[in-house]
């Protein structure tokens, strides 16, 4: 079993011994397997959320999910985060600005984190589904640099070649190539993961584009639209919904961004 480095996380997964049958044959074979995680976040010094994530980035986790879930309105308001062990899982300890405690106490809800569902615990439809403020960003992308840019997110998933079992998140510049990407066995995982890394790096959020490897449900459009994002390009559909939002939001919402093209369902004076 491959050890685990909470701070420093990385590629997590064991090795377990498998039984394959191929071509009416059978093998035993070593086999990398991802790693799955109870990971609780506190804020200060109260349990708030439990999510199942792969144990890696937790810092940039606790910090994306901290911006895109409306409890902080900015990096600023962190003012520190501890990752530790905790019996069967890992446990977040953010210190967080009082007014936004406050705020987070008189709204708070209880959430059972699932791998793919994020709005699992909202106790009203006024919690459920939420609009971000209109997008304003006015970077523009061609669509060939989107497409090279989802190729170039797949070679960087390191974890994802090893197991198979990984969603990934990539921020494309408005000029260049992908330059970050993180991972997680949950696809609202990793993009928290990659907009915590953006934002303690002081990232100018209309300046890039969201690349996933998933579909464009309406809380994938969600995170992206309130970070100020103009562009969300997923490798598989949209969501219903995630178009709505996107509509209303003035989000670039672009679905099957593969090697042959890609199909924009909003607000697509973002792509040439």
Request: negative net charge; proline residues 3%; contains cysteine.
């Amino acid at each position: 079993m491959n050890g685990i480095d909470l701070e420093q996380g990385g590629a997590v997964f064991s090795t377990v011994e498998v039984e394959r049958w191929r071509g009416g044959a059978r093998t035993r074979a070593a086999d990398q397997v991802a790693e799955e995680t109870p990971v609780a976040l506190e804020y200060n010094g109260i349990s708030h959320v439990v999510m199942m994530a792969s144990p890696a980035d937790l810092e940039d986790f606790a910090l994306g999910f901290s911006l895109t879930e409306g409890i902080l309105d900015h990096a600023g308001q962190l003012y520190d985060c501890e990752v530790e062990s905790a019996g069967e899982g890992v446990r977040v300890a953010l210190t967080v600005a009082s007014e936004c405690f406050e705020r987070l106490k008189a709204q708070r809800r209880n959430l059972t984190g699932r791998t793919g569902c994020g709005l699992c615990g909202a106790e009203t439809l006024q919690q459920a589904v939420r609009r971000p403020p209109p997008a304003r960003a006015r970077a523009a992308f061609g669509v060939q640099a989107v497409q090279a840019g989802m190729r170039r997110m797949a070679e960087m998933q390191s974890l994802q070649q090893s197991t198979g079992a990984t969603h990934a998140a990539g921020w494309l510049p408005a000029q260049g190539e992908v330059e970050l990407v993180r991972e997680d066995i949950g696809r609202h995982n990793a993009l928290d993961k990659l907009i915590g890394a953006l934002a303690r790096r002081k990232a100018d959020f209309g300046a890039g584009a969201m690349l996933v490897t998933s579909r464009a449900s309406y809380e994938m459009a969600l995170k992206t639209a309130t970070m100020g994002v103009g562009l969300l390009a997923a490798v598989s559909a949209p969501t219903a919904l995630a178009i709505r939002l996107a509509e209303e939001s003035g989000l670039t919402l672009a679905g099957f961004a593969r090697e042959t093209g890609l199909a924009v369902y909003a607000h697509p004076q973002r792509l040439s």
